[in-house]
């Protein structure tokens, strides 16, 4: 064959087999092309289920329930606690609790504290946060004041007393006996001050007529009408008063049926009682709240003697029944000792105990 020949044959014979190569190329690019494609396609359309993480909500509750802490102390969720800590459990106990039940059930996982919070991990991602609340500030429970009422007997014949008793407190109760010469117009200014206001009503002494009661006094020998009659007009003598006290009274006081009459006219103008208690035998307050009134007795004298050292050694007396039983009702008088003695007593007086109207600390 001649050379030329040759050549062609041999050129022929290669071209083929690049070609055949290069296709043999695509048809593996596209090969795998497709392989990869259709791998794709089923992850996209069939993706694979992760592992699902196990729910902490019941390790948590398991914790707080070992821990002394029921479900009304906790608001729990699938990635949260939000825990309120009572005084008997403290925050170190639950999260011992929470350490040890993760240690059992949950060891790869990990508890952080972070001052108040604390951080269940794992592999260093928060899976679990828990918040925790201190128990409340107990309050310190407020001692209960005691409270006295103190009322001064005998007003009515001296404006300048009434005055100076009035600049003393503003607590004090006024007891004003009805016919005096200044009696209407002490009771009008003591009104206006803000005061409470009692009439003091004369009723008759043992030692009559050697004790006199003064005008307008009840007495044992007066019949029912009589009674209501002055009684009715001493009520009448004095404005804005809020209840009764007696003046004497130490015989009338023991008369039962004398004293249900007193007692029926209060009752019927909405008015209190006091019971001075002039004598042991009194039936003022027995008849009184039998009667549906409101009522108190008085418990100290500060000024049976007119003295300021028997003052002091009253109102010593009276400080002691007050801090015993919590409450408690002195009667004085406008003596020039006891005004000396009153104004230095409650200016002295500590936040323990409070000077009240006596409607304060009626029974």
């Known amino acids: 064959m001649p050379p030329r020949t040759r050549k062609k044959s041999s050129k022929r014979r290669t071209s083929a087999k690049k070609t055949a190569r290069s296709l043999s190329r695509w048809r593996t690019a596209a090969l795998l092309f497709a392989l990869s494609s259709g791998v794709l396609l089923y992850l996209l359309l069939f993706p694979p289920k992760l592992p699902e993480r196990r729910s902490l909500k019941p390790l948590i509750e398991a914790s ?61 991602e928060v899976i ?148 001075s208690l002039t004598t042991p035998k009194s039936r003022g307050y027995v008849v009184a709240k039998k009667m549906g009134l409101k009522a108190a007795q008085r418990d100290v004298f500060l000024d049976n003697l007119q003295s300021e050292e028997e003052f002091r050694k009253q109102w010593a007396s009276f400080m002691r029944r007050v801090h015993r039983y919590g409450k408690a009702i002195a009667i004085c008088h406008p003596y020039p000792s006891t005004l000396r003695g009153l104004k230095e007593a409650v200016q002295g007086m500590g936040g323990e105990v409070e000077v009240v109207p006596l409607s304060k600390v009626l029974d």
Request: charged share 35%; with cysteine.
């Open 64 to 124: 707080l329930f070992r821990a002394g802490l029921g479900r009304e102390y906790a608001v729990i969720t699938e990635n949260r606690a939000e825990i309120r800590l009572p005084s008997r459990v403290s925050k170190e106990r639950v999260l011992r609790e929470i350490a040890r039940g993760i240690r059992e059930h949950y060891p790869e996982a990990l508890l952080v504290r972070r001052g108040k919070k604390a951080e269940i991990q794992e592999r260093g």
């Open 128 to 275: 679990y946060s828990l918040i925790f609340h201190p128990p409340p500030l107990k309050k310190k429970k407020a001692k209960p004041r005691c409270r006295v009422a103190i009322v001064v007997d005998d007003l009515g014949g001296d404006w300048g007393v009434a005055r100076e008793v009035m600049g003393i407190s503003r607590s004090l109760t006024l007891a004003i006996l009805p016919y005096e010469r200044y009696s209407r117009k002490i009771a009008e200014e003591a009104h206006r001050r803000g005061f409470e206001i009692l009439l003091h009503l004369p009723m008759e002494p043992k030692g009559y007529p050697l004790k006199d009661p003064g005008k307008g006094a009840l007495f044992v020998s007066m019949d029912e009408d009589e009674l209501r009659r002055r009684i009715a007009e001493a009520l009448e003598a004095l404005p804005h008063i809020k209840g009764v006290n007696n003046h004497m009274g130490s015989r009338f006081m023991e008369h039962e049926r004398k004293v249900f009459v007193v007692m029926d006219e209060l009752r019927s103008r909405g008015l209190f009682f006091l019971d």
